[in-house]
């Protein structure tokens, strides 16, 4: 029990709540723990005590633990999307006062944020839904934060935040106040989009390079742990090394190897291409990463799929493939590069799209430069993100970005080759060739959807413009057809 009323106050305890709690403390900051279920905050208050005696004090009742906390007071809420929030607000909220700040720091539905805002305001509270990327590491060491919502409830934070965040050598903490609304919760739902698309690629070129190249676990743990002293690297690319390099405690070879080919998921990348498909922005990496997810669910399919295709006749193609192992490495490492801008591109135009439409006024640079440390998606490429969008804050599309589009001219020959190559081997790379086509209709002054608009016209009359001419036409083509026939 603390005798002086504490800092800041967070509710939740599952391993995500519990270690942003250590990590308060450990810079400084004494906090209140709550948890419904009283062993977890037993079990933090412990786990405070073996990690350098941290000012960590726990409470098994709501009421006493608001009591704790100074005013005007903050509390975090790490607890699961949806109806358990509005609950845990509903609990907290019977003991708040005027001026108290509820943040919210879970992976949550934006506009859920922004009803909750706009509910607790009627109490006098405010509200703040924050973004926490890094996984279990990341809210233990220094995470990546989105906090969004009311200025007011930032600055009341802003002290804490600054130091529990990542810190990058050069760039200062990673967090920065977002916007307004749902924005913090939105961008990072499209963080979470881009890491989709980034797993998706590295999943490919472990594929490729597996099944076409025959490279083994040992040759793969070699190779992507030299990616991660160049261009490529980042928390992914390390850990996917890291993978590659450990043995099954469970019998022989690697653990990679005996882990079930169906990927698992929370929600946020199918909610990144709803939003997507609901502004109209193309976002057909982050998309195919999503549809990879799916197929993986669809297991015992596939397994009966195999067997009807090699009684068929579909035998294993990839024996037909002689490759330079070399050669191979080297365009794989370039074509998951051209890839990756692509899926950052997708991302940074959609958060983009709806910030317009919201008018929250997000700064992409800056985005960029708070992902640098501690989430998931970190990497020395954003750097060069932050720099594109420094040049020009207006940039239609990284893409077109001097030094982006100098490095995918580079590029592409190598990401061309890598796609043909899977094609020819039965391989799916829908990420990498969803990218590559994504890269080729952005680039052309022209594409065959003049035809698409035709035919729109001719069976729907939805009128079309022209080229040559201002206005909106439509054409009687089935009657102009119709007498050409006769």
């Given amino acids: 029990m603390a005798v002086q009323p504490t800092r800041i106050g967070l509710a939740g305890l599952a391993v995500m709540g519990q270690n942003l709690a250590l990590n308060i403390a450990e810079k400084g900051f004494p906090i ?52 358990p929030v509005d609950q845990t607000i509903k609990t907290l909220s019977a003991y708040l006062e005027k001026g108290d700040c509820i943040v919210d720091g879970g992976n949550e539905w934006y506009e859920n944020t922004e009803r ?64 307004k609304g749902g924005s913090g919760n939105f961008v ?36 992507f742990t030299e990616w991660n002293k160049g261009e490529l690297e980042s928390f992914l690319i390390e850990i996917t090394a890291d993978i590659f390099g450990i043995k099954d405690d469970k019998g022989d070879g690697h653990l990679v190897d005996k882990v079930l080919d169906k990927t698992g998921m929370k929600g946020t990348g199918k909610w990144t291409v709803q939003q997507a498909a609901e502004l109209s922005v193309p976002s057909p990496t982050i998309e195919s990463s999503l549809d990879a997810r799916f197929l993986s669910g669809l297991k015992d399919e596939r397994v009966q799929a195999s067997k009807v295709f090699k009684e068929g006749g579909f035998g294993d193609i990839l024996t037909d493939q002689t ?9 794989v490492r370039k074509a998951l590069y051209a890839s990756k801008i692509c899926s950052y591109a997708q991302g940074m135009n959609l958060i983009r799209a709806k910030s317009v439409e919201k008018g929250w006024g997000l700064k992409l640079g800056e985005l960029a430069r708070i992902w640098k440390g501690g989430c998931i998606i970190r990497a020395i490429f954003l750097d060069r993100i932050k720099q594109a969008y420094d040049r020009n804050a207006e940039l239609a599309n990284l893409l077109v970005d001097p030094e982006f589009a100098k490095e995918i001219i580079e590029r592409q020959s190598a990401w061309r080759r890598v796609v043909c190559l899977s094609i020819n081997s039965g391989i799916s790379t829908p990420g990498m060739s969803a990218s590559l086509a994504y890269f080729d209709s952005y680039r052309r002054e022209r594409l065959p959807a003049n035809l698409v608009q035709a035919q729109r016209d001719y069976f729907g009359a939805h009128t079309y413009e022209r080229t040559d001419v201002e206005g909106s036409f439509h054409t009687e083509w089935f009657k102009i057809a119709r007498q050409s026939k006769m």
């Avoid at 490759?323 to 365009?331: E, S, T």
């Fill in 188 to 223: 990072k739902m499209v963080h979470n989009g881009i890491e989709y698309g980034d797993m998706q690629l590295i999943a490919e070129a472990y594929d490729v390079l597996k099944s076409v190249g025959k490279l083994s676990n040992e040759e793969l743990h070699s190779v």
């Fill in 116 to 179: 909750r805002e706009k509910a607790v305001a009627e109490n006098g509270f405010l509200y703040l839904g924050m973004g926490v990327s890094g996984g279990e590491e990341g809210a233990r060491n220094g995470p990546s934060l989105m906090p969004g919502g009311s200025f007011e409830a930032y600055k009341n934070i802003e002290d804490i935040l600054l130091k529990v965040a990542a810190q990058v050598r050069d760039s200062g903490p990673c967090v920065t106040y977002i916007g």
């Fill in 323 to 331: 490759v330079d192992k070399k050669q191979l490495i080297d365009d």
């Fill in 32 to 83: 209140s723990v709550y948890n419904r279920t009283t062993s977890k905050v037993d079990e933090t208050v412990e786990r405070a005590k073996k990690e350098g005696n941290l000012p960590v004090y726990g409470f098994h009742d709501p009421e006493s633990f608001v009591n704790s906390i100074q005013k005007p007071r903050v509390i975090i809420m790490l607890v699961k999307a949806g109806a």
